[in-house]
């Protein structure tokens, strides 16, 4: 659209110029009738180009912490990655941008305690590789995580997502759909739960600040606790004592490997699907 308005605008220059130049008032008034026949012409066109984005499903991320959240933005493979991958953004600030309009899976998490340092780039909690814009790249665990299936079931159009706790929790997130059809509640968890995380899960920084409550997989890394080998099945992987800290707290939540596949929900046709930490 900008370079739209700047095209008008670069035609508007011509015509004052023209209008100047010229001494012949049939030509004059000519010169005077072309700046808003070419000008309603191209606003008609961003009008029209903006109404077909009208219909299109977009991801709004909401910050309304009392501090800066870096949310990233993971694809699955096979998928583009979306606005880089990562940004900041501040408190009580938000950002929209548009997926595919066709299939799109993929993440999206917060980053907490971002900083440049020596010229490196890094996070406390959630850091993608030292990078502002992830670019593709996974997080580092623990992070609450928001899952997305977008533009699938065929004609129904539906975007299924979700929020995860399996790989434990960083900040609080909700995702809230708007004017979709059948049943699109909104999930998450908006406890603070660095406040409660037991000890043994309690991940703290340098200076001793509970940062991120790690998962059961992510402090003892056993094969049952982690759904790994034998236990990866439906019927092997269970509900442990850590994970069902998670799932009393944030009952819309997925806590482990093999939780409910109900927790993921299935909307047809949203408007918007927003991601909001601390909501």
């Not at 880089?84 to 938000?94: C, E, Q, R, S, V």
């Not at 899960?201 to 991120?212: D, K, M, N, P």
Request: with cysteine; proline share 6%; hydrophobic share 30%.
């Amino acid at each position: 659209y900008a370079q739209l308005y700047t095209y008008i605008y670069t035609l508007q220059s011509h015509v004052h110029l023209q209008l100047q130049n010229t001494k012949n008032k049939k030509k004059t008034q000519m010169a005077k009738t072309s700046l808003p026949l070419a000008a309603s012409f191209l606003l008609l066109l961003i009008s029209s180009t903006t109404s077909a984005d009208t219909g299109r499903l977009f991801l709004t991320v909401v910050n309304h912490c009392p501090f800066t959240v870096w949310p990233a933005i993971q694809p699955n493979a096979g998928h583009p990655v979306l606005e880089k991958g990562g940004f900041a953004l501040p408190t009580n600030t938000h950002r929209s941008f548009f997926p595919p309009s066709t299939h799109w899976s993929g993440r999206i998490w917060g980053r907490t305690g971002c900083s440049h340092y020596n010229g490196k780039f890094s996070c406390v909690t959630g850091d993608c590789g030292h990078r502002l814009e992830c670019n593709g790249l996974g997080g580092a665990t623990p992070a609450s995580l928001a899952q997305f299936d977008l533009h699938h079931g065929g004609h129904q159009d539906l975007s299924s997502y979700g929020v995860s706790l399996v790989d434990g929790f960083n900040v609080p997130m909700t995702v809230t759909p708007h004017e979709g059809r059948g049943v699109c509640p909104v999930v998450g968890c908006r406890e603070d739960l660095l406040k409660t995380c037991p000890a043994h899960l309690q991940l703290r920084s340098h200076g001793g600040h509970v940062v991120a409550c790690k998962s059961g997989c992510e402090a003892f890394r056993t094969d049952e606790l982690c759904c790994r080998n034998h236990y990866n099945s439906p019927q092997t992987c269970r509900a442990s004592s850590h994970s069902l800290f998670f799932k009393h707290a944030c009952p819309s939540t997925m806590t482990f490997a093999h939780d409910s596949p109900s927790l993921m929900h299935d909307c047809s046709s949203p408007r918007e699907l927003k991601v909001i930490f601390c909501h």
